[in-house]
């Protein structure tokens, strides 16, 4: 069964702001993973973040996570045409598998 | 290194046939597993595996036969194809510890059962 769930399920925002992507769980995880996956391509990693972590940077990308309230934040900043995608969050619960949400889709006009 | 590759990229089939995904990886990756994607659903996990010899079942592996005999090679087997098999499938691989550098996915194979 779906262990993340994201919010909103679209965004669409022009270029130069910032993007943010929320997503909910359920159980305990390791780790919680984002990834990006433009139309008809396969999903590309793009952050993790351990469960004794609370903030992580990468690029214009950060990535927060609570885990007392099981929710995950992605912030994108200075959004440029080119992050228009879907975006997944996905949780390693130590099964040896990830378990993905239904993803947000992000539309970033010039 | 050509990461996860996955053949067919397209395929059509008619009802009750049977056929088989290929995916491949060449990173030396413990984990292999299998995703569908449909619309609106997200990816549900079909099977997987740990290793070579070990395999289980994920979310919706109803229709759906693995096996793993090589750590590069983890084959998606549909059995007797129904159209509610029509989707999108997608191979995935990491290392042990998916802390190392998440997983790897194929660029996809879409499936139409007609």
């Known amino acids: 069964s779906q262990q993340g769930e994201e919010d909103p399920q679209a965004l669409s925002i022009q270029e130069g702001e910032n993007a943010t992507m929320n997503c909910s769980y359920k159980?305990?995880?390791?780790?919680l993973q984002w990834y990006r996956q433009n139309s008809g391509r396969g999903l590309v990693h793009l952050i993790l973040?351990?469960?004794?972590?609370r903030e992580k940077h990468s690029g214009r990308l950060r990535v927060t996570l609570d885990t007392s309230k099981k929710s995950s934040s992605l912030l994108i900043t200075a959004s440029r045409a080119a992050d228009t995608a879907s975006y997944f969050c996905a949780t390693d619960e130590g099964y040896s598998t990830l378990t993905f949400g239904k993803g947000t889709m992000l539309l970033v006009s010039p | 290194n050509a990461g996860v590759t996955q053949t067919p990229k397209f395929q059509v089939l008619k009802t009750g046939q049977s056929m088989t995904l290929q995916c491949a990886q060449d990173m030396n990756h413990e984990y292999m597993s299998w995703y569908r994607q449909d619309p609106g659903m997200g990816l549900r996990l079909i099977h997987y595996s740990v290793g070579a010899g070990i395999t289980d079942q994920g979310e919706v592996p109803n229709g759906y036969n693995v096996s793993r005999s090589t750590t590069e090679d983890f084959p998606l087997r549909l059995l007797s194809a129904a159209p509610s098999q029509t989707s999108v499938y997608f191979c995935?691989?990491?290392?042990?510890?998916?802390?190392?550098?998440?997983?790897?996915f194929g660029s996809g194979t879409r499936l139409t059962v007609v």
């Open positions: 973040i351990r469960s004794n972590e």
């Open positions: 159980t305990s995880i390791n780790n």
């Open positions: 995935a691989s990491s290392y042990k510890s998916s802390h190392r550098d998440g997983y790897t």
